[in-house]
């Protein structure tokens, strides 16, 4: 049985109710979550305004760089353990499962290092004066978070919050929260004061909302769905709470004729089958120059026809999506296909030793599918790639850009005036060129533009935003 963890202790939600835990590789339950509610999230926020009061608004930005550097080595310490975890929580393959777990170390080691680097600016003013600015916390600080990358999205968005001196209050997706209970323990062990990490798990209409409701929450980063996140901000504005959004994407991957395609292809095949295509920023588009549009058609085809999908402990190319309704999900979208006319090229194995239980999917790759059906607009949230032709550069950026989200574009090409030329074009918060971010890029700053949110998480510039501005006018002479 998991507990709620705030002022560092494990402790029952005061609903007295809980959630089943399932795995995602066999469908089955195996271990329950709090089901918490609003009177949860009132005792986390007040731990943590206590804490911030009494202990972390006096804790040296040094100081706090050392407990988050002593994190990172305890959680890498930890990995497999946590990888572990999260392979049976989320039916990551152990691949993706340990880089998971390493990413989170490698987010708090960078954020450790930023602390002392944060620092506000004196400005030239009249005569007789004096100007600076502070970057001041917001305090308490909320984070929903959804189960793709529970670690990967806890490091991003914890880690800043931390780094910049807030104390936060955590509520993980209902599928995925055995990771983050579990980290907050080992924030414990390595000295973080009681209050300053809290999680409390629960359904998003309830805890979710609660939290986002909470007077006592002075900023909210939230990662997950479009829909959601115009609740969150609904939520937010009537308070003037500022929000941090990062939603989803249908990002596009533009493949000129001149590109290097012994590169593009894995590439471009794992940007879509990583974590069973549950990837915020997977490349769920291919545009392909007409000119070789199908030789590589058929070169991706025979890639995916070599894909194994399985259980997350067998480590094969893809393990299970997160739960049945995604699955569903994923089928009626490749059913709309069906009806649609729309041509499959080709599609992975689900291999013998899958339960039947299990949530899998084969990876699928669908060709010219046209530009405004639903599968070339919306986020399917699974392995599924849709290709679709363009004629020249204007084409491919109008295809790019064609869609409401605008996260992350790859474009492949030799010719180095292109690169520039599409990039500045392209609508989006990311463009990879001649790779697909690759390592996961900690030290990049990552964020959407138009329905793909709003504000940046990672890299430094993650910190500004968990910051608010003091502007300090000295008259002196
Ligand atoms: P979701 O929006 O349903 O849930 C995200 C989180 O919000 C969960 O913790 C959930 O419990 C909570 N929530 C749900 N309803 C709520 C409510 N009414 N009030 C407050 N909280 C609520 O999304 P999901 O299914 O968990 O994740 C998939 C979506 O997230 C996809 O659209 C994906 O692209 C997006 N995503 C984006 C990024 C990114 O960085 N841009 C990263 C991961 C996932």
Redesign the pocket.
Known sequence: MQLNFIANASMASASGRTLAVLDPSDGQPFDELQRSNAQDIDQAVHAARQCFDAVWLKTSAAERGRLLMRLSHKVAEHAEELAAIEQRDCGKPTKQARADALALARYFEFYAGACDKLHGETLPYQDGYSVLTWREPHGVTGH??????PMQ?FGRSVGGALAAGNVCVV?????ACLSLLRVAQLAAEVGFPAGAINIVTG???EV??A??RHPGIQHIS????????T??QQ?AAERHCPVTL????KSPQIIFADADLNAAVPVVVNAIVQNAG????AGARVLIDSLIYEPLLERLGQAFEQLRVGPAALDLDVGPLIRQSQQQRVWDFLSDAQVAGIPMVAQGQIVDEAPESGFYQAPTLLRDVPVDHRLAQE?I?GPVLCAMAFEDEDHAVALANATRFG?VAGVWTRDGARQFRVAKRLHSGQVFINNYGAGGGVELP???VKS??YGR?KGFEALYGFTTLKTVAIRHG
């Open positions: 929903i978070v959804p189960w793709n990358y999205i509520k993980p997706a209902e599928d359904y998003g209409h979710g909302d939290l986002a939230f990662t997950g769905s479009p829909g959601v996140g609740l969150i939520v990062e939603l989803g994407g549950q990837t915020c920023s986020e949230f996260l990552f964020g959407g793909s949110g998480e």
